[in-house]
C-alpha cells in the first residue's frame, strides 16, 4: 500500500498543472501522478490549435467570446462557468509563459493571434500547430524539478476505492510487474481524458480510452451529457482504422476552402459563415455531402494561400502532407470528419467537486457546463486550466475534517487466473468501434441506438465474466471501460428527444425536435 495525500490519474494539462500548484504551496506533502503511457503522452500533447484567452481587448472582449461560447453551446451552457472560465483565461496563460511555455508573437511583440471556427474575433494563442506539445513540455520540466512529485508511467488504474460515498484512493496496476497496488490518498483527482478510441477513427492517441469516467461511474458519480460527442470536421483521410491526423481548425481560420470533389465550395450551401462555422455545423454538412456523394472524403484547397506563411505558421501538417505525397501548394487536402472531443462526462462543481467526496476531475473527463451541446474550438485546454487551478485553490485555502476511515485501506486481493484470449480483446474491440461508429455517429438513429443498447448489454455481461476468470490486464479493463462508455454514451442519446449542438438524432424515421 503506498499512502499519498494527492493522487492524480492522469497526465496531461489537467493533472500536471493541479499538481505544480499543489505542490508549490505545501512542499512537505507527497503528489502521485499515475498515468498508463509514459508521462508526455496525453490528448494535451495532440491539441494543435492553441487556447482561445482574450488578450487584445481593442478588437476583442471577454464579453465576445462569451456570447462566442453560449452560441456554440446552442442553449446548454451554464452561463455562470462560462464567465468564469473565459474571465480566468489570461492569468491561467500568464502562468503557462512563467514556466516556459513560449507562443508565437508579431515583430511587434504582441500574440500572433489564429481563428477558428465559431469564434467571431481572432483570439487564439498557438505556438505553430504544436500548442499542446509545447505546453506539455513546459509543464513536465516543472514537475520534473518537484521533488515531492512521483510520476508513475505504465501504471494502470483499475478502479476507485471508496466507501460510504468518499474517496479513499484506487487500485492501480503496475503494467510492467504485473503487481496491482493499493494507493491511499487524502483526495484524489482524476484527469483521464477523452473517450476517442471508442470510435476507432479519431484524432486521440490509442489511450483515449475513457478511464476515468468509467472508474468514476462504477463509484456511483453522476456522469451526463454523454450524448454531445464532437467530431472534428477536418482529419486527414488515410485509408486505415488508426488514430487520424488532425488538420487543425485554425488551417480553415487562416483562409482554406472547403470542397467537393468536384471541386463545389459547399459550405457557402449550409451557413453564413461558411468554412468558419462552428465544428457540428462542419462536420455534419460533411456528413451530409458524404452521403449524397458516395464519396470517401471531401477537400481542404489551401493552393490560393501564400505557401510561407502555411509553412511557418503549420509546420507539422505541411510536413505530413508532404511525407505523403500532398503538395498543398497545388493538391487538395483529403479530409474527413473523426471523433475528437467529448463535451460531457463526470459532473463537477465550479470547484471540479464530483458528487463523491474527496474526488475531484478535471479536463476532459470532467463535464463542467462550459461546452453545452458542442465546445467552442480551443476552449478546452483553456477549461483544463481554470478548473485545475479551481481545485488547487479549494484544497488549499480550505481546511478539511479528518474523515472517520482511520483504517488503513485493504490491498487488492489478487487470484492467480489464466491470461485472457488477445485475439478476443483486439476482436471485441474492434466490433465495438465499429458498432458506435455506426450506430451513434455524427447522425444518430432511435432504432441503431436501441440495437446498440441491447448489443452493449450483452457484451457489457460478457466482459463481467471475463473480468472474473482472467487475469486483470489493461488490455482487459480498457475493453470494459470504453463497453461501460458506450453503454453511456447510448443510454444518454436515447433519452435526448430534442436536437442540440452536436447532437442529431432522428426516431423512427423523424427527426426529433430541434431548437434551431
Same mark, same amino acid.
Given at each position: 500500500m503506498i499512502p499519498t495525500n494527492y493522487l492524480i490519474i492522469g497526465s496531461g494539462v489537467a493533472g500536471l498543472t493541479f499538481a505544480i500548484k499543489i505542490t508549490e504551496r505545501f512542499p512537505d506533502k +507527497?503528489? &502521485?501522478?499515475?498515468?498508463?503511457? *509514459?508521462?508526455?503522452?496525453?490528448?494535451?500533447?495532440?491539441?494543435?490549435?492553441?487556447?482561445a484567452i482574450v488578450t487584445d481587448k481593442t478588437e476583442d472582449s471577454y464579453q465576445k467570446h462569451i456570447q462566442d461560447t453560449l452560441i456554440c453551446g446552442d442553449g446548454l451552457c451554464d452561463k455562470s462557468v462560462v464567465e468564469m472560465v473565459i474571465t480566468q483565461g489570461p492569468k491561467r496563460l500568464n502562468e503557462l509563459i512563467e514556466w516556459g &511555455?513560449?507562443?508565437?508573437?508579431? $515583430?511587434? =511583440?504582441?500574440?500572433? /493571434?489564429? +481563428?477558428? =471556427?465559431g469564434h467571431s474575433q481572432n483570439r487564439v494563442v498557438h505556438h505553430k500547430d504544436q500548442t499542446g506539445y509545447e505546453i506539455e513540455r513546459a509543464i513536465l520540466e516543472q514537475v520534473h524539478?518537484?521533488?515531492n512529485i512521483t510520476v508513475l508511467d505504465h501504471y494502470f488504474a483499475l478502479? /476507485?476505492?471508496?466507501?460510504?460515498?468518499?474517496?479513499?484512493?484506487?487500485?492501480?496496476?503496475?503494467?510492467?510487474?504485473?503487481?496491482?497496488?493499493?494507493?491511499?490518498? !487524502?483526495?484524489?483527482? %482524476?484527469?483521464?481524458g477523452g473517450i476517442g478510441h471508442l470510435y476507432g477513427?479519431?484524432? *486521440?492517441?490509442?489511450?483515449?480510452? =475513457? !478511464?476515468?469516467? &468509467?472508474?468514476a461511474s462504477r463509484a456511483g458519480a453522476a456522469i451526463s451529457d454523454m450524448e454531445f460527442i464532437q467530431f472534428h470536421p477536418t482529419a486527414l483521410y488515410e485509408d486505415s482504422s488508426r488514430s487520424k491526423f488532425l488538420i487543425s481548425e485554425a488551417v480553415r481560420g487562416f483562409g482554406a476552402y472547403l470542397r467537393t470533389k468536384k471541386g463545389d465550395r459547399f459550405m457557402l450551401n449550409y451557413d453564413d459563415r461558411a468554412e468558419l462555422a462552428s465544428r457540428d455545423i462542419v462536420s455534419q454538412s460533411i456528413d451530409l455531402e458524404l452521403k449524397k456523394s458516395n464519396n470517401n472524403c471531401v477537400y481542404l484547397d489551401c493552393t490560393h494561400l501564400d505557401l510561407k506563411a502555411f509553412i511557418k505558421h503549420f509546420p507539422m501538417i505541411y510536413d505530413r502532407c508532404k511525407s505523403i505525397g500532398i503538395d498543398i501548394a497545388k493538391d487538395w487536402i483529403p479530409v474527413v470528419t473523426a471523433q475528437h472531443y467529448l463535451c460531457g462526462g463526470i459532473n463537477v462543481d465550479k470547484n471540479g467537486k464530483t458528487d463523491i467526496g474527496n474526488l475531484f476531475a478535471c479536463g476532459e473527463c470532467s463535464r463542467t457546463g462550459l461546452h453545452g451541446a458542442n465546445r467552442l474550438a480551443s476552449?478546452? /485546454?483553456?477549461?483544463? /486550466?481554470?478548473?485545475? !487551478?479551481?481545485?488547487?485553490?479549494? %484544497? $488549499? *485555502?480550505?481546511?478539511?475534517?479528518?474523515?472517520?476511515?482511520?483504517?488503513?485501506?485493504?490491498?487488492?486481493?489478487l487470484v492467480k487466473k489464466p491470461k485472457i484470449n488477445s485475439g478476443y480483446i483486439e476482436k471485441r474491440k474492434a466490433d465495438l468501434q465499429f458498432l458506435m461508429r455506426q450506430n451513434a455517429g455524427i447522425v444518430r438513429y432511435d432504432s441503431d441506438l436501441l440495437n446498440a443498447k441491447e448489443q452493449l448489454n450483452e457484451w457489457q455481461i460478457e466482459i463481467e465474466e471475463k473480468c472474473r476468470n482472467s487475469q486483470i490486464s489493461s488490455d482487459l479493463y480498457e475493453l470494459k471501460n470504453m463497453i461501460a462508455i458506450g453503454n453511456?454514451?447510448?443510454?444518454?442519446?436515447?433519452?435526448? !428527444?430534442? *436536437?442540440? =449542438?452536436?447532437?442529431?438524432?432522428?426516431a423512427f424515421g423523424k427527426m426529433v425536435q430541434s431548437v434551431m
Amino acid at each position: 500500500m503506498i499512502p499519498t495525500n494527492y493522487l492524480i490519474i492522469g497526465s496531461g494539462v489537467a493533472g500536471l498543472t493541479f499538481a505544480i500548484k499543489i505542490t508549490e504551496r505545501f512542499p512537505d506533502k +507527497k503528489v &502521485a501522478i499515475v498515468t498508463k503511457s *509514459n508521462e508526455g503522452e496525453s490528448n494535451t500533447k495532440y491539441a494543435q490549435g492553441g487556447i482561445a484567452i482574450v488578450t487584445d481587448k481593442t478588437e476583442d472582449s471577454y464579453q465576445k467570446h462569451i456570447q462566442d461560447t453560449l452560441i456554440c453551446g446552442d442553449g446548454l451552457c451554464d452561463k455562470s462557468v462560462v464567465e468564469m472560465v473565459i474571465t480566468q483565461g489570461p492569468k491561467r496563460l500568464n502562468e503557462l509563459i512563467e514556466w516556459g &511555455a513560449q507562443f508565437d508573437k508579431k $515583430a511587434n =511583440g504582441n500574440f500572433d /493571434l489564429g +481563428k477558428e =471556427g465559431g469564434h467571431s474575433q481572432n483570439r487564439v494563442v498557438h505556438h505553430k500547430d504544436q500548442t499542446g506539445y509545447e505546453i506539455e513540455r513546459a509543464i513536465l520540466e516543472q514537475v520534473h524539478q518537484k521533488e515531492n512529485i512521483t510520476v508513475l508511467d505504465h501504471y494502470f488504474a483499475l478502479d /476507485l476505492i471508496t466507501e460510504n460515498n468518499y474517496c479513499l484512493g484506487a487500485y492501480v496496476l503496475n503494467q510492467k510487474t504485473k503487481e496491482i497496488i493499493t494507493f491511499q490518498s !487524502d483526495f484524489t483527482v %482524476l484527469a483521464t481524458g477523452g473517450i476517442g478510441h471508442l470510435y476507432g477513427h479519431t484524432t *486521440n492517441p490509442v489511450i483515449a480510452t =475513457g !478511464d476515468g469516467i &468509467a472508474m468514476a461511474s462504477r463509484a456511483g458519480a453522476a456522469i451526463s451529457d454523454m450524448e454531445f460527442i464532437q467530431f472534428h470536421p477536418t482529419a486527414l483521410y488515410e485509408d486505415s482504422s488508426r488514430s487520424k491526423f488532425l488538420i487543425s481548425e485554425a488551417v480553415r481560420g487562416f483562409g482554406a476552402y472547403l470542397r467537393t470533389k468536384k471541386g463545389d465550395r459547399f459550405m457557402l450551401n449550409y451557413d453564413d459563415r461558411a468554412e468558419l462555422a462552428s465544428r457540428d455545423i462542419v462536420s455534419q454538412s460533411i456528413d451530409l455531402e458524404l452521403k449524397k456523394s458516395n464519396n470517401n472524403c471531401v477537400y481542404l484547397d489551401c493552393t490560393h494561400l501564400d505557401l510561407k506563411a502555411f509553412i511557418k505558421h503549420f509546420p507539422m501538417i505541411y510536413d505530413r502532407c508532404k511525407s505523403i505525397g500532398i503538395d498543398i501548394a497545388k493538391d487538395w487536402i483529403p479530409v474527413v470528419t473523426a471523433q475528437h472531443y467529448l463535451c460531457g462526462g463526470i459532473n463537477v462543481d465550479k470547484n471540479g467537486k464530483t458528487d463523491i467526496g474527496n474526488l475531484f476531475a478535471c479536463g476532459e473527463c470532467s463535464r463542467t457546463g462550459l461546452h453545452g451541446a458542442n465546445r467552442l474550438a480551443s476552449n478546452s /485546454l483553456l477549461e483544463a /486550466l481554470v478548473y485545475s !487551478d479551481k481545485i488547487y485553490n479549494y %484544497l $488549499a *485555502n480550505n481546511t478539511f475534517k479528518k474523515t472517520n476511515f482511520n483504517r488503513t485501506v485493504p490491498d487488492f486481493e489478487l487470484v492467480k487466473k489464466p491470461k485472457i484470449n488477445s485475439g478476443y480483446i483486439e476482436k471485441r474491440k474492434a466490433d465495438l468501434q465499429f458498432l458506435m461508429r455506426q450506430n451513434a455517429g455524427i447522425v444518430r438513429y432511435d432504432s441503431d441506438l436501441l440495437n446498440a443498447k441491447e448489443q452493449l448489454n450483452e457484451w457489457q455481461i460478457e466482459i463481467e465474466e471475463k473480468c472474473r476468470n482472467s487475469q486483470i490486464s489493461s488490455d482487459l479493463y480498457e475493453l470494459k471501460n470504453m463497453i461501460a462508455i458506450g453503454n453511456l454514451i447510448v443510454q444518454q442519446s436515447i433519452l435526448r !428527444d430534442e *436536437n442540440r =449542438g452536436g447532437f442529431v438524432k432522428f426516431a423512427f424515421g423523424k427527426m426529433v425536435q430541434s431548437v434551431m
